[in-house]
């Protein structure tokens, strides 16, 4: 880590004059990282940056060159994986022709978000800091971990981190003389908003005319999960009316929607709703919000921000809610209970939102992205699409605009190669469109390893599964966790899997096939991992140390493959 001191002396007046540009480049899978990456903008802006905040597959990779004050944003997938935004820039910055002083003008921090459960944790950040140094990048400050499993989530260390990044930024470009300490209060808004006439052109939906999305109709939509079950899992279908085109493990991209009911409500609490339909244009805009808001659950990240909106009474509720010992309070307030935007506006009711601060306060419309679980190849006759996915729900009549994206999962070509496949849960969903491929190709190598709380309430696809394994064209087994007497010790994937060892040792080390494991990031897939590394030791004459380096060079190899989400 560098500091300021260390490599730019002399250019302290340079730094005093340069513009005060920022740029904070984010990388997330499921949105947290974007969160961290406006939070981090605003602070950024009471200080007086101009700050662009930029998804790293938005961004141009080579123009990296070109900045100077950069902050990386990387949230980390599955066992310590990149998110897929940062994998071009990653590959870019990987290239073994570029100088060691590529990046010498250049000052940049890292803050990484992972979860201690997983072995490698924050791995892509601690990678993309050591890459930028080996460029010549200056690191101005310690690289931030936040992780998952701490009292307050994320924010327990995005907090101090960003305390530590202002101070070190004012010491590398001061403030104004008139201006010793950070400004308090709220940050200057992110947009300004001029009111415009009428223009039918300015009605159009961005996405409406976006070429990597496609008109879908719902086909079907069953639920999968026995009706008196706790969680409704549910099985769509869709229809598309462009010729699509996609792999099993890719993944299906749905922007939602707001029940328009909701908004009117929502409208009514702000004393918005006699300017909704008026027109206005927006200046100094990021790239990344065309489709504004608003999320129906209100985010932790925005009380920071509504605070300052609001009297002192409410102020100090709000306040308490962001300290440490409110944490508990904050997650059960925003998380477990998920209270919607309109119900926290309606508690706070004394808050009035300026129109400028819609877009710091509320976080955009996120686009939700499910593993597809059908194979294009098997359904083709009868063009359906399904995928699993818990239930969401949409305004009614609602056409949705689908978008495909590739996941982290590819198959063999050579039809000989086993591949064993692991996705309790909902991890299934890839798994599915696995075992349609290749039964549709031919192969009856496949294992499927399911884990689910009981064999009547929610092992999904069970009849499929059954089917398929008298043919047989598959090796079926599944763990119902919650079937046993009470006081039996609970079975899990993983527990079969090391009953199996010896087979486990033929399919993977005999024979070279290739695991696949799916489903939550928790003790899953280490557990998974664990149970073939028991195989090798036991079956493959390995010592301990050995099989540990062997699941690692399946990794390596692709022959181990991690398709995880929280």
Known sequence: MSTHGDHRTGEDDQHSSASRELLILYATETGTAQEAADRIARECRRVHFHCRVKSMDAYPPETLISERLVIFVVSTTGWGAEPRAMSSLWNMLLRSDLPNDLFEDMDFRVFSLGDTACEKFCWPAKNLSRRMQ??????????????????????????????????????????????????????????????????????????????????????????????????????????????????????????????????????????????????????????????PFTENCFPSSSIHTLSRFVPALEREKLDGFVSIEGADEMYDYCQRVKCTTWEVFSEFRSAR?????????FPSLRPREFLITSSIEAQIRSARYPSVVPNFISSPGNIPRIGLRKGFISLPTDPNTPVVCV????????????????????????????????????????????????????????????????????????????????????????????????????????????????????????????????????????????????
């Open 353 to 361: 939102i300026p129109r400028e601060y819609v877009f710091d306060l």
């Open 134 to 291: 080996s460029l010549g990048g200056h690191e101005i400050g310690s690289r931030g971990e936040g992780d998952e499993q701490h009292r307050m989530a994320v924010d327990g260390a995005l907090d101090p981190w960003m305390e530590c990044l202002l101070e070190v930024l004012i010491q590398l470009y001061p403030l104004p003389h008139e201006q010793d300490n950070i400004p308090a209060g709220r940050p200057p808004p992110r947009v300004s908003l001029s009111n415009v006439v009428f223009d039918t052109s300015l009605n159009s939906d961005p996405l409406d005319e976006d070429t990597k999305f496609h008109t879908a109709s719902v086909k079907c939509k069953r639920r999968i999960t026995a009706e008196d079950w706790f969680r409704d899992v549910r099985h769509f279908e869709f229809s598309f009316e462009d010729d699509i085109k996609y792999n099993p493990g890719n993944v299906a991209v749905i922007h939602p929607s707001t029940v328009a009911s909701e908004v009117d409500s929502f409208l009514v609490a702000m004393g918005w709703a006699n300017v909704a339909d008026d027109f206005f244009t927006v200046e100094h805009t990021i790239s990344n919000f065309a489709r």
């Open 423 to 566: 996705g309790p849960g909902t991890g299934i969903a890839p798994m599915r469109a696995v075992i349609e491929q290749r039964i549709h190709e031919g192969h009856n190598n496949t294992t499927l390893y399911f884990g689910c709380r009981s064999a009547h309430k929610d092992q999904h696809y069970h009849t499929e599964w059954k089917f398929h394994a008298e043919e047989p064209k598959l090796r079926y087994r599944v763990a119902c966790s919650r079937d046993g007497s009470e006081g039996v010790k609970r079975t899990y994937v993983q527990d079969l899997m090391k009953g199996d060892a010896q087979y486990i040792w033929t399919m993977l080390g005999q024979q070279r096939g290739i695991l696949i494991i799916s489903g939550s990031p928790n003790k899953m897939p280490t557990a998974a991992r664990e149970a073939v590394r028991c195989a090798v030791e036991r079956f493959g004459g390995r010592s301990n140390a050995e099989a540990v380096e062997y699941v690692a060079a399946m990794e390596r190899e692709g022959r181990l493959i991690e398709e995880c989400w929280s």
